[in-house]
């Protein structure tokens, strides 16, 4: 705080600068929830995709979120909302070990009918 102080030049500056500091953290809180909900509704539309045709999207929005969270993330975030990334996360890499799965099982599949 005495540092602080001194870079602003007054003690009021402190109270201002906590006072930034905290908006500027519930914002990106804010931030951090929704992209945090878009992730989870395009985790399950894809992972709705997957289940109807058995394959993964090429392009996928969740990607798209994952990179925004971890740069918001890169701020300071609570640890419950790095906790609810972590289990989106998991998810994540759930579903696309299923994609990756089902992707080499069909061209197994592509290879031994065209052998036969």
């Known amino acids: 705080m005495i540092r602080l102080a001194l870079e602003t030049g007054t003690i009021i500056g402190i109270r201002d600068s906590s006072r930034q500091e905290s908006s500027e953290r519930m914002l990106d809180e804010v931030l951090y929830r929704s ?3 878009r992730l989870r509704v395009s985790l399950e539309n894809e992972r ?3 289940e ?3 394959e993964g999207l090429e392009v996928t929005r969740s990607e798209q ?3 925004s969270l971890v740069e ?3 701020r300071r975030i609570s640890l ?5 990334f972590q289990e ?3 998810d994540a890499d759930k579903l696309y070990e299923r994609e990756e799965r089902a992707k080499i099982d069909a061209w197994i599949r592509d290879h ?3 052998l036969s």
């Open 80 to 84: 419950e909302l790095v906790k609810e």
């Open 48 to 50: 709705r995709y997957f």
């Open 65 to 67: 979120h994952v990179e």
């Open 72 to 74: 918001i993330g890169k």
């Open 35 to 37: 992209y945090l909900s």
């Open 112 to 114: 031994e009918e065209q």
């Open 52 to 54: 109807k045709t058995g």
């Open 88 to 90: 989106c996360l998991a």
